[in-house]
């Protein structure tokens, strides 16, 4: 398993950014891939945007997708999400994830280590 820890988060306006990063503890992390999820109040922990460690693809939300790029670093074992014309309903914990494997998910039963979070919270 990783170990991780986000950073990053805070209080911005309505079509602010920010950029959340996760660090990574681990000889083994450049074959982890990596995802970001966010869980608001009342709601269930979902999906924002994943990253595969053997090539780099990508996956996006569809409410994100557009406004968001994920990237990693493998030599600073770090993946950052740079949020873009964020909006009030982008408000929430928001989770790093890594996960073994040659193939990306969307599923959080499939990510078995997370960090602690990080809250994003977006006034209108």
């Known amino acids: 398993q990783v170990q991780l820890v986000e950073s990053g988060g805070g209080l911005v306006q309505t079509g602010g950014s920010l950029r959340l990063s996760c660090a990574a503890s681990?000889?083994?992390?450049?074959?982890?891939?990596m995802g970001w999820f966010r869980q608001a109040p009342g709601k269930e922990r979902e999906f924002v945007a994943g990253i595969r460690w053997s090539d780099g693809r990508t996956d996006y939300a569809d409410s994100v997708k557009g406004r968001s790029t994920i990237s990693r670093n493998n030599a600073k074992n770090t993946v950052d999400l740079q949020m873009n014309s964020l909006k009030p309903e982008d408000t929430a914990v928001y989770y790093c994830?890594?996960?073994?494997?040659?193939?990306?998910?969307?599923?959080?039963?499939?990510?078995?280590?997370w960090g602690q979070g990080t809250q994003v919270t977006v006034s209108s």
């Open positions: 994830a890594a996960r073994p494997g040659s193939s990306l998910s969307t599923l959080v039963a499939d990510f078995g280590s």
């Open positions: 681990g000889r083994t992390f450049i074959k982890y891939n």
